[in-house]
């Protein structure tokens, strides 16, 4: 059997359930607004968490490497050591933030995830530990260990981010489902003033916001998760997602507040003899 398909044991596996519930809950400590965003990855335009990951796990790396080669590099792989530790806490808290925003079977991947993390620092310290007190043989050992624990960490992330798809943009396929041309979404009085609505263009969903005779419409799935943003609300500017609350402007698509950290797809629109009709932008535009 593929790892892939092993993990999904993982997945379904209930007596992680409680572990799940407390880690939510700490994530629920993070401020929300700019420190959530930034977390999240908003200002990037794409997750924070693969990025800060590299400087750990880079570190970490050359620190091992480093002990394997002759040569006195001691101070050196030390202080790579220490460099992956301070570095450690940003990605961390990161993928926290992150993680809470999926669902329950990514979720529970995530829990494992953390724990193979957590244990993989914890030896790393110990491997900081043993280099400050001179034993160098047991800190090359643990940085050892360490490293293979958080390999096998990674192997858990990149299933959570590539075969279930944690992270990536849920609606980027829509923009090639859509048909040249200007589309017909129906008569205006049939989206709410003041409000959001929906519609569809040959199955692709649309999401509109009306203001009077003034129509602004996305293609209307969240990036995030795939929600349906025509169940959504127009709050301040901002079309809400209506399940894990993501925020994007009205006048650009572009993300007030995360989770989500890619825009959404923008059309052309047009109001003629009451009839709302829709077109996708061209990429030079």
């Given amino acids: 059997m593929r790892f892939g398909e092993d993990v999904r044991v993982i997945e379904r596996d209930e007596r992680l359930d409680p572990a799940v519930s407390t880690l939510k809950n700490l994530a629920g400590r993070i401020p929300a607004g700019t420190v959530r965003d930034l977390l999240h ?44 530790l301070l570095s450690s806490l940003p990605a ?17 991947v995530g829990v494992v995830h953390a724990a193979a993390n957590g244990a993989g620092a914890l030896l790393f310290g110990a491997s900081s530990l043993a280099r400050a007190r001179g034993s160098h043989g047991w800190g090359r050992f643990w940085a050892l260990a360490g490293m293979g624990l958080v390999g096998f960490s990674g192997s858990l992330g990149g299933h959570m981010a590539y075969y279930r ?16 041309g200007w589309h017909d979404l129906g008569p205006l009085d049939g989206f709410p003033d003041g409000g959001i609505g929906g519609g569809d263009v040959d199955g692709v969903p649309v999401v509109v916001a009306r203001t009077g005779d003034s129509v602004t419409a996305f293609l209307g799935t969240c990036p995030h998760m795939g929600a349906p943003l025509a169940e959504g609300e127009r709050v301040d500017g901002c079309v809400r997602c209506p399940w894990h609350g993501s925020e994007f402007r009205l006048d650009d698509g572009a993300v007030a507040h995360g989770p989500a950290t890619a825009a959404l797809e923008a059309m052309e629109t047009s109001v003629a003899g009451g009839r709302v009709r829709v077109r996708l932008r061209a990429p030079e535009e």
């Fill in 41 to 84: 990855g908003v200002q990037l335009g794409h997750p924070a968490h693969p990025i800060l990951v590299q400087l750990p796990i880079g570190t970490w790396m050359a620190a091992v490497l480093l002990d394997m080669l002759p040569g006195d590099h001691r101070r050196s792989a030390h202080a790579l050591v220490n460099a992956g």
């Fill in 165 to 180: 798809a944690a992270g990536a943009n849920s609606a980027d396929y829509l923009a090639d489902l859509v048909p040249g």
């Fill in 92 to 108: 961390a808290l990161s993928g926290l933030a992150d993680w809470a925003q999926q669902h329950e079977r990514q979720q529970r």
